[in-house]
């Protein structure tokens, strides 16, 4: 999503390098969200540097995790991309969730609840459990933790 107004700021003070990848010559800021336009309304989905691309096609994660969440056992859910060594796929989707406490749900159950509701490139390749999620202040996954505990960094 690009922005252009008077409320959109000039540069980064004395970083000319970063505001000329961030503000284009027409004065438009690229604000790295993905977006899409639907009959008039603007939905941002989700953020560039969180975007897997597996088999060519783009996979949001938002899109899978809210997915994964509307599961009843889940709490909350994170997906990063990781990298396939040798494979024309490029990314694979790897989702970390968080279960309420004494759930039962297997991975198996959760594969199948995704299968149900995403096409098979956006579905996730492992499902891993987590006790917590680890979170900022304000509530936000970091997913780099997510990313050290199962040993591999995300493609972002």
Do not use: C
Request: glycine letters at 8%; aromatic letters at 8%; proline letters at 7%.
């Amino acid at each position: 999503m690009w922005v252009r107004g008077p409320n959109v700021m000039k540069g980064y003070y004395h970083a000319p390098q970063e505001t000329a990848a961030a503000i284009n010559p027409e004065g438009w800021f690229n604000t790295r969200d993905l977006a899409r336009l639907e009959s008039g309304y603007l939905f941002i989905v989700g953020r560039t540097k969180e975007l897997i691309v597996r088999f060519g096609e783009n996979v949001y994660p938002a899109e899978v995790e809210a997915v994964l969440n509307s599961h009843p056992a889940v709490v909350r859910s994170a997906v990063i991309g990781r990298s396939v060594e040798g494979t024309e796929g490029g990314e694979e989707v790897v989702a970390f969730v968080q279960l309420v406490p004494s759930s039962l749900t297997s991975e198996a159950e959760l594969a199948q609840h995704a299968a149900q509701h995403l096409t098979p490139y956006k579905r996730p390749s492992q499902i891993l459990f987590v006790p917590s999620m680890p979170l900022t202040l304000t509530g936000k996954v970091v997913k780099d933790e997510l990313a050290k505990l199962a040993q591999f960094t995300p493609t972002s």
